[in-house]
């Protein structure tokens, strides 16, 4: 294998007979620790020097760092013959880089290990952790804790050795009885108390074992900690392992889920042995798997919309517009964001469903009809946030037709396309509200509860945009509720950002005050990992930071790279970060071609900060747009009807534009 080194404890190194490499003195193990740190990347000689000598260096520190190079290469390649070049510690142009192989390194291992072991069943799992965390000797890179090129890569390993004990315990939950595990989660959160997942394993674990009292005091001992100490409350996971705990859910029972697996197993064998290869009938199943699959979030998002236009496809290739227009129909999955995940698979099914509409008979039976209707509503979806009018036609057509066939699943989301093009101007959610109230009392007639969840989430907008947080809050908790007993995992991603604007828009002006802000909308941040919904993550944390700081009369955060970190939001931050930087004739022209924003949950947002902008560069004509276009809204908050974020009053905005627009008018 070659030399293999550690970081997971003291650097050191091995040769290939697992002996001791003698690597000289401690600043020989800096200069090795240093490449080690680079991960193959060339250091420069200057910076070596920098880092091994913070403070002063001497003069010849430059030849003293060739020196330590030289015998760590003597040290790590015995035998290379004299003049021959190095194979492991190179120099390339300005400095010297470690070649060492990926499986090298017990960090670069160690990283690797813990990964795969999210892909591995359980047993397998527990085995590969097991097995990674003995790699540890101690504190990574223990001897250099106090260095500043060590720091953040100590940190970032320290984080995930405590991710893998977090998933070596959940895997041993899953395979080992339950009791077993409790000792060393209990000594896991006694050592670190902020984390949230070490307490919900080990809540899991005493229930589990029979200890359902001493769970939830776990669980009420997290609550108490966190509050005290960090002034926040518990993350969704442990609100809802508490609810579950109080009510017994049957998914915390390892053995019935294990007979749900079965049957699902079984069920799926004996369907793919029975259904023909080829079959209709396995398309139009497909569709409702997928459906069903959309609404688990994260991967299952992702995988559905991908499968979905898979199954289009292969519909249209049959040459059947009527079964084309079921299997796109058939996906009347409920949305509430209003930007779309993908573009470029929203644009393929609208194009398959107006092909499935042309070639559809026009005679008026009652199917046809409703098929017509889901094809309308899936166009009104899929065309989200647009300019033309075929979206607001289809929705509007899709809710008529839907209404004279008195069918209420249709109805649920013909609504629910509807809302998607309530977005003509702003100052809408009043509209939307209305539409939200109506889901919600057509859903709970009907049983539909996904579209009840849409329903309160629609709600919780259109309440925040008048700043009727209450209001708001009593949605978000109806449809967390829904969420726990019907496993929505996505309605905590809209509810978590809902408080993080709440404590936004009731917080202090106080430094204090702004810095919970500030954690708040991180905390609301790391919902979207894994949600599945790029259309809704891109940009977002970035901007509702932003926003915050500039409602707050602070300067808005300066990037290198705009394009990368403001997302789609980009061509209305633009303006205003260069503003700030006083660069008003670059933010003035900018704003000369700044279009207009997209038709979504944002578009008040976006106005405002061409306001912003507008003023500080003094442009007239951007000043006399973002006016007309915001002056519908004038009783709302700007950008709080997303339920994510706000820029304050849509009238504080108007007003400072007054004297701008006055100026151009005369």
């Known amino acids: 294998m070659g030399v293999r080194f550690g970081v997971l404890g003291p650097v050191t190194a091995w040769d290939d007979a697992g002996d001791t490499i ?11 620790a240093r490449l080690i740190v680079a991960r193959r990347r060339v250091v420069p000689v200057e910076l070596l020097v920098a880092d091994l000598w913070e403070d002063d260096p001497p003069g010849g520190a430059v030849g003293a760092v060739r020196t330590f190079v030289a015998a760590l290469r003597r040290a790590l390649e015995p035998e290379r013959p004299p003049r021959a070049a190095p194979r492991l510690l190179v120099t390339e142009g300005p400095g010297y880089a470690l070649r060492a192989e990926a499986d090298a390194v017990d960090a670069w291992r160690f990283e690797r290990a813990v990964a795969d072991s999210g892909t591995l069943p359980p047993r397998e799992a527990l085995a590969r952790l097991e097995e990674a965390l003995g790699w ?12 500043d090129w060590a ?8 984080e995930l050795r405590l991710q893998a004990v977090e998933r070596r315990a959940e895997a041993r939950l899953a395979v080992r009885p339950a009791a077993e595990a409790v000792p060393d989660l209990d000594a896991h959160v006694a050592e670190h108390p902020w984390r949230e997942d070490g307490w919900r394993l080990l809540a899991l674990a005493l229930y589990r074992a029979g200890r359902q009292g001493d769970a939830l005091a776990v669980l009420r001992r997290a609550r108490a900690l966190l509050v005290k100490e960090l002034g926040v409350d518990p993350g969704p996971a442990l609100r809802r392992l508490e609810s579950d705990i109080l009510r017994q859910a049957p998914h915390l029972d390892p053995a019935a889920s294990g007979t749900a697996d079965t049957v699902w197993a079984r069920a799926a064998a004996a369907y793919d042995r029975s259904a023909p290869p080829g079959a209709r009938a396995r398309l139009e199943s497909t569709v409702t798997l997928m459906r069903d699959l959309a609404v688990t979030g994260g991967a299952g998002l992702e995988a559905a919309g991908r499968h979905r236009v898979a199954a289009v496809a292969a519909a249209e290739e049959l040459g059947d517009a009527e079964l084309t227009a079921r299997v796109i129909g058939a996906f009347d999955v409920p949305a509430i964001w209003t930007r779309s995940d993908d573009p470029a698979q929203a644009a393929l099914v609208v194009a398959a469903a107006e092909r499935a509409l042309a070639a559809l008979p026009p005679d008026g039976t009652r199917a046809r ?11 009104g979806l899929e065309t989200r946030g647009g300019h033309g009018p075929r979206g607001p036609e289809a929705a509007r057509l899709a809710e008529r037709l839907a209404r004279d066939l008195d069918d209420p699943a249709l109805l649920a989301f013909a609504l629910n396309a509807v809302f998607m093009q309530s977005f003509g101007r702003a100052g809408l959610s009043g509209r939307r509200d209305a539409v939200g109230a109506e889901l919600i009392t057509l859903s709970q007639r009907h049983g539909l509860v996904t579209f009840e969840v849409l329903g309160h989430l629609v709600r919780l907008q259109s309440r925040c945009a008048v700043g009727d947080f209450a209001g708001a809050g009593g949605h978000a908790a109806a449809a967390e509720r829904l969420a726990e007993r019907h496993e929505r995992p996505l309605v905590e991603v809209f509810t978590g950002w809902y408080r993080a604007l709440r404590l936004d828009w009731t917080s202090s002006p106080a430094a204090g005050a702004f810095a919970r802000v500030e954690a708040a909308y991180r905390e609301a941040a790391g919902l979207l990992d894994g949600s599945g919904m790029p259309g809704l993550e891109r940009g977002l944390p970035a901007l509702a930071l932003l926003c915050a700081r500039v409602r707050r009369g602070l300067p808005p955060p300066q990037v290198q790279d705009a394009e990368g ?11 205003l970060t260069l503003a700030a930087q006083s660069r008003e004739e670059e933010a003035a022209a900018a704003l000369d071609e700044v279009p207009d924003p997209p038709r979504d949950l944002l578009l008040e947002a976006m106005w405002c900060l061409v306001a912003r902008a507008a003023v500080a560069a003094g442009h007239r004509e951007a000043a006399r747009r973002a006016r007309d276009a915001l002056a ?27 004297p701008l627009v006055r100026r151009a008018s005369g």
């Open 22 to 32: 003698d690597v000289k003195g401690p600043r020989h193990r800096a200069v090795l």
């Open 136 to 147: 540890w000797r101690g504190p990574a890179y223990a001897e250099f804790a106090g260095q």
């Open 151 to 158: 720091r953040a890569e100590r940190s970032r390993l320290a």
């Open 369 to 379: 009809k409703a098929t017509r209707a889901r094809l309308l509503a899936a166009i």
């Open 565 to 575: 970190h403001w997302g789609p939001y980009e061509p209305w931050i633009r303006p």
């Open 632 to 658: 519908p809204a004038a009783g709302e908050l700007a950008g709080a009807g997303s339920g994510l974020l706000t820029l304050g009053p849509v009238a504080d905005h108007l007003a400072a534009l007054t």
